[in-house]
């Protein structure tokens, strides 16, 4: 592990590649969220309504779903250096699609394949896992993943200005497809620039990455139901998408993918009983243990945090326009001011983690998101513009922070799995913006973020009752099977 001094100013070592990662996740949201702040030009050129619009916030969130848990298991086999250049790579190809698409259905497929590129983000909590210590990994984790949220913001604020640059009615596709030029662009740099480890370091690999491994039989239970929820959000999408909601899928389709949705998941659970076969017949020996409580935690209190943040952002700029009145370049601007946060908050959320404690510091930020959202349920057009802001601001603060304390976290569980923990962590999030995302869609705005501080409020019992702060050290066996105590509190 490398020792130089925590310098942000500095791009050399541990630092270099601290700055490789937030940029690569930063591109990956300008990507993932181009669509957001020109929804209004999109529906006009496409000829949709506004409410039809939403279906792409919907179907945008849905694949890094299972993307995620995927990505996390192959960061741990492969690396996150090959791995993260591969998804930008990728991620590329769906955007230009989504540029040239000429209807509402053709752009809902186009952006149903975009999710790819949101799995990104779960390949740099391992890799700045593996150059920081315990001391300060949350400080780290938190600028890597604040600083490459701030992406969202960054395309509110950039994309409508780009597309009215270009101007016609084309001009929101000019404004898309460079944000595809720039990813595909940014993945050649971190391949070539990118070290998985710090010179000397060991990268360890689970035993089986096809799989999550897991301690007990309690954890394989507790394993198989979280992957519920994840199955089931998918399944209510595509019934959103059938006739008895936006009808863009026949009901023939939404048959055949919820056949899909049902094998894979028998699979699912028969591959990682079969993965756990030895934890089946005896625990592992203590000090290979990790307890996966933990996972179940903190995925549940990224659900309302991360989960409430894609929702949010994906549907804000819009929010602001149909309450305030506001045109897209300032719709835009507005709602930028909830990523924003980002910049600041989300690495706080990892610094307070660090110097406080991570329990204190999650059920603190978490009562806060709670408290934020039914502020911001209460919002009307008869409210000033700027004291809705200012709300708005505020209860950004508490969920980007909550995020950052999540993942300071999240690293210090099992190291060797670490891509597969922030994987299903990650995807955690993802269906919490799909199940919001489908709560807006039925109820309004204000029943949405009502709904959200409600959930809050569960994962801040659930932490208070079952998480443990991460103390001592953890034990990972080498390629030699040569056991190394790694510090994590």
């Known amino acids: 592990m490398s020792v130089d001094k925590f310098r942000l100013g500095s791009f050399r070592g541990r630092m270099r590649t601290l700055h490789l990662a937030w940029l690569a996740f930063f591109l990956s949201f300008v990507v993932w969220f181009n669509a957001a702040p020109l929804l209004q030009a999109i529906a006009a050129s496409l000829g949709v309504s506004q409410e039809e619009i939403l279906v792409l916030a919907m179907v945008n969130v849905a694949l890094a779903v299972p993307a995620r848990v995927v990505v996390g298991m192959l960061t741990d086999r492969y690396g996150p250096r090959r791995v993260y250049s591969l998804l930008l790579a990728l991620g590329a190809l769906p955007c230009f699609w989504?540029?040239?698409?000429?209807?509402?259905?053709?752009?809902?497929?186009?952006?149903?394949?975009?999710?790819?590129?949101g799995a990104g983000f779960v390949v740099g909590i391992?890799?700045?896992?593996?150059?920081?210590?315990?001391?300060?990994?949350?400080?780290?984790?938190?600028?890597?993943?604040?600083?490459g949220n701030f992406g969202s913001a960054a395309a509110a604020l950039a994309l409508p200005a780009l597309a009215l640059w270009v101007g016609g009615e084309n001009g929101w596709r000019w404004a898309v497809a460079c944000t595809g030029v720039l990813s595909l662009g940014y993945a050649l740099v971190f391949h070539t620039l990118v070290r998985d480890t710090p010179s000397g370091a060991?990268?360890?690999?689970?035993?089986?990455?096809?799989?999550m491994e897991v301690s007990s039989v309690g954890d394989l239970l507790l394993l198989l139901v979280m992957k519920l929820p994840m199955y089931l959000c998918l399944g209510v999408l595509a019934w959103r998408?059938?006739?008895?909601?936006?009808?863009l899928i026949g009901a023939a389709a939404l048959q055949a993918i919820l056949v899909g949705l049902a094998i894979l998941l028998v699979v699912d659970f028969r591959h990682?009983?079969?993965?756990?076969?030895?934890v089946r017949r005896a625990p592992l020996p203590e000090l290979q243990r990790y307890r996966f409580k933990q996972v179940a935690?903190?995925?549940?209190?990224?659900?309302?945090?991360?989960?409430?943040?894609?929702?949010?952002?994906?549907?804000?700029?819009?929010?602001?326009a149909n309450t305030f009145g506001l045109g897209p370049v300032q719709a835009g601007a507005i709602a930028a001011s909830f990523a924003f946060m980002n910049l600041v908050a989300r690495p706080m959320g990892g610094w307070l983690s660090d110097r406080h404690g991570r329990k204190r510091t999650l059920l603190r930020l978490v009562a806060g998101v709670a408290l934020g959202y039914a502020a911001m349920s209460l919002i009307t057009a008869q409210w000033s513009l700027w004291l809705a802001v200012g709300v708005v601001v505020g209860c950004s603060f508490f969920v980007q922070a909550g995020a950052g304390a999540v993942f300071a976290t999240v690293p210090l569980i099992k190291r060797s799995q670490t891509g597969q923990?922030?994987?299903?962590?990650?995807?955690?999030?993802n269906v919490g913006a799909v199940l919001y995302l489908l709560v807006l869609t039925f109820f309004g705005y204000a029943a949405f973020f009502m709904v959200i501080a409600l959930t809050a409020l569960v994962g801040y019992g659930l932490?208070?009752?079952f998480m443990d702060e991460p103390r001592g050290v953890i034990a990972e066996l080498d390629a030699n099977g040569n056991v190394e105590l790694i510090k994590v509190g």
């Open 463 to 465: 932490a208070l009752v």
């Open 297 to 320: 935690i903190l995925g549940l209190l990224y659900f309302t945090t991360f989960g409430s943040e894609l929702a949010v952002v994906s549907v804000l700029p819009l929010f602001f």
């Open 421 to 429: 923990i922030a994987g299903m962590t990650g995807a955690y999030g």
């Open 98 to 117: 989504f540029a040239l698409a000429d209807s509402l259905r053709e752009a809902a497929l186009a952006r149903f394949f975009m999710g790819i590129v």
């Open 126 to 147: 391992r890799l700045v896992g593996e150059w920081f210590g315990h001391h300060e990994l949350g400080t780290a984790e938190g600028i890597y993943g604040g600083w």
């Open 202 to 211: 060991t990268y360890f690999k689970p035993r089986r990455a096809s799989a």
């Open 272 to 278: 990682v009983w079969r993965c756990n076969a030895a």
């Open 241 to 247: 998408l059938s006739p008895a909601g936006f009808g």
